[in-house]
Every structure is written in structure tokens, then in C-alpha cells.
């Protein structure tokens, strides 16, 4: 029974690990990307007039649209280079809740029309030695660009460049820390020579509306030369990775306990083999073999329940005292979160309740044939 408890106890709170890890990785980018967004099913970009986006805006539930230019640029500071993404943002950008989890610091606004300012990954003004005190700091911004004529040698003729004014940090996570930088849409649309080219529109729903809802009437207006994805659906990759290793973490641990399980099948075994007068007994007393057989069941799937309500039972315990108190660190200074995150599914509860309560039934269920093939005439 210690055993189950104690498989029991692992497999809650393995799982319960895995569920916070998932929200957490939920909320971090939620932080940076949109509760939907749109994008071409094929291609990089496309063209974006306003009375388009205006009827995007006027769908039911749609409460912020922003409009996005996304590409990779050359940025220097210093004398320091780094290739990196820019991401051109409209006005409204900040409206959609940005930020709210991670680190911030600095101006929330991206300047003025005259003074474009940037808000930048923590990694990449690492890297470029930004500092947001230094007076008359500027962000050098190249992108390539064809030149006018194929015999030109004025290297001016192969790039635009532009100059922006650093002003917030933002980390939620090192992929997006290294390579983001914010800036606001009419800047990039300049430097990139996009026009009324956008590579994605992001989409703030209504409160109390419903995204999934939302996320099909987008679909069924724009049709199949988008793609309009929710915060899973954008980073799916990572989400099934995770969940991938949920369930490959759930069936070694239950293989564990599966080998664990032994010594209830030696104990019962044992338990048949010194029982056999008393079996013998029951029998010529018109006991059954399937009745025999029973008994055993039974003491093996008592030895199961009895495992199992004792390890959900500290499970549920030891998760919430680390939900409550962060008992285990991470032991990283600069984590987002201090303690390990968890988070209760009561789903995972039954899992592995079935899991236990079918692995002791099936190492009891040997020892119940062999108690049942007691001779009575030999053993008595």
C-alpha cells in the first residue's frame, strides 16, 4: 500500500508541475501576442486598405484591431550590430494589454511622429549596450532594398536606414528578449517600403465575448487566403511539446508503479500459498472458486483504494502547500516566477486513479487463479 501511496503522490504531482508549467508558458506570451491573429495562408504579407480593416473592425466581439509589419532588420548602437526583428506596431498596440506579465521598464508610449521611439527586448539592448538613461541615445535601423541600378556602386543604394529613440525594456521570455524590438507601423512602413502592406493584424476581443466564437466569424469573413489564429494555435509547437511530455512523464511513472505493483502480486501470492488449508476449508463448504477468486480481488483492490485515496489525498496536499508557499525554487534569480508553478486538473486525478486502482487489480488478479486452484482432497 506504501508503495501506491507514494507512485500515487509522484504521478500528482508531476502532472501538476506540467499544468502550471503550461499556464505559465500561456500567460508569458500572452504578454506579447494577441488573444487572435491574423495571417496570409500563403506568403509573407498582404495588402491591407482601411475600408478592409474597417469591416474587420465592425465584426461582432472584435474590440481592438492593431496592424502589424513584421521583418528582420540590421540595428546598431555603438559600434554594436545585430540582426533582429522589428515589429511595427499601430498606435493601439499597448490598448490589447501588452506586458502585463514579465518585466517592464521605461515610457509605455512609442514616441512621436518626429521622434519615433522603440521598446526593446531585454536581450537585445543587452547586446547592442543600450542604456535608456543615456541623453541623445539612437537605434540605427538598415533594411535592404534593391538598387535602382544593377552597376551601382553607392552602398547607400542597397538599404534604407532610419534612427529611432530607445525608451522601455520589456522580458517575458528569452525568445522574444533576443530577438523583438517595437516600433511604431508608420516608422516601419517607411523603412520597409510596405504601403498599405501588412504581415498580420492582431485582434483584442470584447470582454465577456467569446474567442473561439470570435475566431469564427473572422474566419468565415475573411475565408481560406487567411489563417486566424488564437494564443495556442501561435505557438503550437511548444504547447504540444508540452503536453507531449506530460504524457510521456504519466506512462513512465505509471510504469514505474506498474513495477512497483509486485509486491502486491509476491504479498498475495505469498498470502495463497499459506492460506491453502483454509482455502481447502471453504471449499468443502461449498465455496466457489470464483468466489475464492473474489476474496483475492478484493484484497488486492482494498491495498488499491486504500493507496490511492492516501497518495491523491498528500498529492492534492503537497501541490497546494507549493502553490501556497513555493516550497521548491526554481533556483534561476532572474525567473519570472520564484517556485515551481502547479496548477490542479481534477481530469488528471481520475487518470491516475484508473491507472493505479487497473495496475494493483492486474497484479492481484495471478494470485487469485492460483488461491482458486486449491485441491481440497490434497490439502486436507
Known amino acids: 500500500m506504501v508503495g501506491v501511496a507514494v507512485g500515487t503522490i509522484a504521478l500528482v504531482v508531476v502532472m501538476s508541475v506540467f499544468n502550471g508549467l503550461e499556464d505559465l508558458i ?17 506568403g509573407k504579407s498582404f495588402l491591407a486598405p482601411e475600408a478592409w480593416l474597417a469591416e474587420i473592425r465592425d465584426i461582432e466581439g472584435v474590440e481592438v484591431l492593431t496592424e502589424v ?23 493601439n498596440f499597448l490598448d490589447q494589454g501588452r506586458f502585463a506579465n514579465g518585466y517592464f521598464w521605461g515610457d509605455t508610449t512609442l514616441g512621436t511622429e518626429l521622434r519615433p521611439g522603440a521598446i526593446l527586448g531585454r536581450g537585445v539592448g543587452f547586446f547592442l549596450s543600450i542604456h535608456l538613461n543615456e541623453p541623445n541615445s539612437s537605434l540605427k535601423v538598415f533594411y535592404p532594398k534593391a538598387p535602382r541600378s ?21 522580458s517575458i521570455e528569452q525568445q522574444f528578449d533576443d530577438e523583438y524590438v517595437i516600433a511604431p507601423l508608420h516608422f516601419t512602413r517607411d523603412l520597409l517600403n510596405y504601403g498599405e502592406k ?26 481560406q487566403d487567411f489563417l486566424v489564429k488564437n494564443a495556442d494555435e501561435q505557438h ?14 504519466f506512462l513512465t511513472l505509471t510504469f514505474i508503479l506498474a513495477i512497483a505493483s509486485f509486491n502486491i502480486f509476491f504479498s498475495l501470492s505469498m498470502l495463497a500459498i499459506e492460506k491453502k488449508k483454509d482455502i481447502a476449508v471453504l471449499k468443502a463448504m461449498g465455496a466457489r472458486d470464483s468466489m475464492i477468486r473474489r476474496i483475492f480481488l478484493k484484497q488486492g483492490a482494498l491495498i488499491a483504494l486504500s493507496g490511492a485515496v492516501i497518495g491523491l489525498v498528500l498529492g492534492y496536499l503537497t501541490v497546494l502547500a507549493q502553490d501556497t508557499f513555493g516550497l521548491v525554487s526554481l533556483g534561476i534569480s532572474s525567473a519570472v516566477v520564484d517556485a ?19 495496475i494493483t487489480l492486474l497484479a492481484s488478479w495471478r494470485p487469485a487463479i492460483i488461491a482458486s486452484q486449491v485441491e481440497t482432497v490434497r490439502e486436507l
Open 198 to 223: 501588412r504581415t498580420a493584424l492582431e485582434i483584442k476581443v470584447k470582454e465577456g465575448a467569446s474567442v473561439a466564437d470570435v475566431q469564427k466569424r473572422l474566419k468565415a469573413h475573411l475565408g
Open 69 to 91: 509589419i513584421e521583418d528582420n532588420v540590421l540595428y546598431e548602437h555603438d559600434d554594436n550590430q545585430l540582426v533582429a526583428k522589428i515589429k511595427g506596431v499601430s498606435d
Open 236 to 249: 503550437a509547437g511548444l504547447i504540444r511539446t508540452v503536453k507531449l511530455e506530460k504524457l510521456f512523464v
Open 26 to 42: 500561456r500567460s508569458l506570451f500572452a504578454s506579447f501576442d494577441a488573444e487572435l491573429k491574423i495571417e496570409p495562408a500563403k
Open 340 to 358: 515551481y508553478p502547479v496548477r490542479i486538473v481534477w481530469s488528471d486525478f481520475a487518470w491516475i486513479s484508473v491507472a493505479v486502482i487497473s
Open 150 to 170: 544593377a552597376g551601382s556602386i553607392d552602398p547607400t543604394q542597397l538599404y534604407n536606414s532610419a534612427q529611432l529613440e530607445p525608451r522601455a525594456f520589456f
